[in-house]
């Protein structure tokens, strides 16, 4: 059984800086793409950031220049260095890693960012 568990989140006032982690626990598995997804109330899941096993990275329009994916392939961990954050930043964040194998998507619990003064 694969466990997916966030860190990281948090109250910050506008223009501050949160670091996300991931880390994945249980079986051992190569992860394909690793990505961060975020819900704010009312809205659908989107996606934030995501980043492949040779570390190409894909960015929403909307986090571009402020965030940074990162990833640990030996250790199955990724990171989202999120700065200048904005109020509409806020939103629940969700950790994503799909197996190379089975193409199967694991999910993370979420962890809240809350972006205010």
């Known amino acids: 059984q694969v466990q997916l568990v966030e860190s990281g989140g948090g109250l910050v006032q506008p223009g501050g800086s949160l670091r996300l982690s991931c880390a994945a626990s249980?079986?051992?598995?190569?992860?394909?793409?690793m990505g961060w997804y975020r819900q704010a109330p009312g809205n659908q899941r989107e996606l934030v950031a995501a980043?492949?096993?040779?570390?190409?990275?894909d960015y929403a329009d909307s986090v571009k220049g402020r965030f940074t994916i990162s990833r640990d392939n030996a250790k199955n961990q990724l990171i989202l260095q999120m700065n200048s954050l904005k109020p509409e930043d806020t939103a629940v964040y969700y950790c994503?890693?799909?197996?190379?194998?089975?193409?199967?998507?694991?999910w993370g619990q979420g962890t809240q960012v809350t972006v205010s003064s």
């Open positions: 994503n890693m799909r197996s190379a194998t089975s193409a199967r998507d694991y």
């Open positions: 249980g079986s051992i598995f190569i992860v394909s793409t």
């Open positions: 980043i492949q096993r040779n570390g190409f990275t």
